[in-house]
Structure formats: C-alpha cells, structure tokens
Nanobody
C-alpha cells in the first residue's frame, strides 16, 4: 500500500485543520486505517483508527472529543478532522495501513500493528 498524507500547516491554538491520506495499491475498503503522530524527541503515538466501513473508530484519550477520523472508500481517502487544537498537538502526523485487513485488537494503538506508512504531514499549533 502506498499512502500520501497532506493537509498539515500552521494554526493558532483553538483552530482547526483537516488532514487527508490517499491510499493506493490495495482495495481501500478491505482494510482499517489509522493516524499516528510524532512530536520532536518523542515516540510515535496513536491518534485514531477506523474500521473498513467506518462503523468502528478508536481514539487516543488525548484527542477524544476534539478529533474525528473518517473515510471515503470511493475516494480511497481517510481524513482526520482536528478541532480545538492545542500546542501539544504539534507533531508530524502519519497515516498507516495494516499488513492484513486490521491489526489484532491489542495492537491497534501500537505502531508495530501497522505495516505501511505515509510520509507524514507537519502540524504546528501556536499558542
């Protein structure tokens, strides 16, 4: 799977951004997708994941209620809508796809549960 993320930028605290990730190489509707992020000097951390049909979603506690993951299978695209952004949301955001249709449940929030990664898009939130 090849993944191309976009939509990052500089935004003030309290603002919003929408990230997009276009996938190719496999039938998009057959696998879960996820977003992770990595801040300078920190490990890559889970942000959100979405099931094949979009019916199930998972969120990190730090973004629950502020971020929304969604997908459009007709466009081979997964989105991350980010509202009420905080300076601590500053990071490079990566989209990810699993090796099979989905990671096992215990690995959904672990980067090792995902096989393919986009190039990352930088989100900077100023205070």
């Amino acid at each position: 799977v090849q993944l191309q993320a976009s939509g990052g930028g500089l935004v003030q605290a309290g603002g919003s951004l929408r990230l997009s990730c276009v996938a190719s190489g496999r039938t998009f509707s057959t696998y879960w997708m996820a977003w992770f992020r990595q801040a300078p000097g920190k490990e890559r951390e889970f942000v959100a994941a979405i099931a094949r049909s979009g019916g199930n979603t998972y969120y990190a506690d730090s973004v629950k209620g502020r971020f929304t993951i969604s997908r459009d299978n007709a466009k081979n695209t997964v989105y991350l809508r980010m509202d009420s952004l905080k300076p601590e949301d500053t990071a490079v955001y990566y989209c990810a796809a699993p090796a099979l249709d989905r990671p096992i449940t215990s690995m959904i929030r672990n980067p090792q549960g995902w096989r393919s990664w986009g190039q990352g898009t930088l989100v900077t939130v100023s205070s």
